[in-house]
């Protein structure tokens, strides 16, 4: 006698509110009531990010395989010449944390913000750890993005993230930058519950060891915040060479006045509209530098592919 057939489970879209390798969990409704639900990928697949929205199937009441991906806005990624390090999906802004100590890195500052620029999302920089006595010079440090349009607050997270919480209402952002710069007490003075929910993922992950390495989401007023694990460095090979300058605000006025139409903005390229900004002092040299250096990155990244 043939067994009766088992009825293929429906269909179901859910949020990607934690992401570890192949390991998700996912979250049934958007108002973050339902139980977390432990997902895996088929094959190898881990294209996914936190704040994805994906189609799958249970295999358990807290259990199920991602099948698909719902369109996306946006995705914040990092790539090198071998892999992609996916940040967070369908985002609205990206808030990049720096402090006074330890002494953050205005290129990966930049990388991040050429990241954001790439995918529309609007960028945001926090000063944490303003209590430090090296608040003056970081703030200085932070100038030249200042000029270029974005907005720069500060804050000590321990004591208040009101200037900071006000600007999250009704957003889906996410959190990147370095290690050490604070992000881990600015989510828990936004979102109190962090450490227990941060709790619940892990178990659903089953997998405690990961609490520090995984990408994960929390509501928050009225929308959510992607808090992501710390980084050292940001790789651009996803970006294109040809487009790179548009991904300067600063530059932008600049752009199509240089005497080449290929232009480079190199310091060497003659009639270079953005190297006579930089020398007039309209455009931080610092920044031109890193634009620069980016620039060649990508070209030898091209020629590596």
């Given at each position: 006698?043939?067994?009766?057939?088992?009825?293929?489970?429906?269909?179901?879209?859910?949020?990607?509110?934690?992401?570890?390798?192949?390991?998700?969990?996912?979250?049934?409704?958007?108002?973050?009531t339902?139980?977390?639900?432990?997902?895996?990928?088929?094959?190898?697949?881990?294209?996914?990010?936190?704040?994805?929205?994906?189609?799958?199937?249970?295999?358990?009441?807290?259990?199920?395989?991602?099948?698909?991906?719902?369109?996306?806005?946006?995705?914040?990624?990092?790539?090198?010449?071998?892999?992609?390090?996916?940040?967070?999906?369908?985002?609205?802004?990206?808030?990049?944390?720096?402090?006074?100590?330890?002494?953050?890195?205005?290129?990966?500052?930049?990388?991040?913000?050429v990241?954001?620029?790439?995918?529309g999302?609007?960028?945001?920089?926090?000063?944490?750890?303003w209590?430090?006595?090296?608040?003056?010079?970081?703030?200085?440090?932070?100038?030249?993005?200042?000029?270029?349009?974005?907005?720069?607050?500060?804050?000590?997270?321990?004591?208040?993230?009101?200037?900071?919480?006000?600007?999250?209402?009704?957003?889906?952002?996410?959190?990147?930058?370095?290690?050490?710069?604070?992000?881990?007490?600015?989510?828990?003075?936004?979102?109190?519950?962090?450490?227990?929910?941060?709790?619940?993922?892990?178990?659903?992950?089953?997998?405690?060891?990961?609490?520090?390495?995984?990408?994960?989401l929390?509501p928050?007023?009225?929308?959510?915040?992607?808090?992501?694990?710390?980084?050292q460095?940001?790789?651009?090979?996803?970006?294109?060479e040809?487009?790179?300058?548009?991904?300067?605000?600063?530059?932008?006025?600049?752009?199509?006045?240089?005497?080449?139409?290929?232009?480079?903005?190199?310091?060497?390229?003659?009639?270079?509209?953005?190297?006579?900004?930089?020398?007039?002092?309209?455009?931080?040299a610092?920044?031109?530098?890193?634009?620069?250096?980016?620039?060649?990155?990508?070209?030898?990244?091209?020629?590596?592919r």
């Amino acid at each position: 006698m043939t067994p009766p057939k088992h009825p293929t489970p429906p269909l179901e879209s859910g949020l990607v509110v934690a992401a570890h390798g192949r390991h998700f969990c996912l979250q049934e409704t958007p108002n973050f009531t339902a139980p977390l639900i432990h997902a895996l990928t088929r094959g190898k697949r881990n294209d996914y990010a936190c704040g994805d929205r994906v189609a799958f199937r249970r295999i358990a009441a807290d259990e199920a395989v991602i099948e698909g991906l719902e369109p996306r806005t946006t995705l914040l990624y990092r790539a090198d010449t071998v892999r992609e390090k996916l940040i967070a999906a369908n985002v609205d802004l990206t808030v990049i944390v720096t402090a006074p100590q330890p002494r953050f890195s205005p290129e990966v500052l930049t990388r991040c913000l050429v990241a954001a620029e790439s995918q529309g999302i609007d960028a945001l920089i926090v000063l944490n750890k303003w209590d430090l006595p090296e608040r003056d010079d970081a703030l200085a440090r932070l100038m030249p993005f200042a000029r270029a349009g974005y907005p720069v607050i500060t804050l000590t997270a321990h004591e208040s993230v009101a200037p900071l919480a006000e600007r999250l209402t009704a957003r889906h952002s996410v959190l990147v930058g370095q290690s050490g710069m604070g992000k881990s007490t600015i989510v828990n003075a936004l979102v109190p519950e962090a450490q227990a929910r941060t709790g619940a993922i892990s178990r659903a992950l089953n997998s405690g060891r990961h609490t520090t390495t995984f990408t994960r989401l929390y509501p928050l007023r009225d929308g959510w915040i992607i808090d992501s694990p710390g980084l050292q460095r940001f790789g651009l090979a996803h970006v294109a060479e040809t487009a790179l300058a548009t991904y300067f605000p600063e530059f932008r006025p600049f752009l199509g006045q240089c005497r080449f139409r290929d232009c480079t903005h190199d310091e060497k390229t003659p009639g270079c509209a953005i190297a006579a900004a930089v020398a007039d002092g309209a455009i931080a040299a610092e920044r031109w530098q890193h634009y620069r250096t980016i620039r060649l990155e990508l070209r030898a990244v091209r020629k590596w592919r």
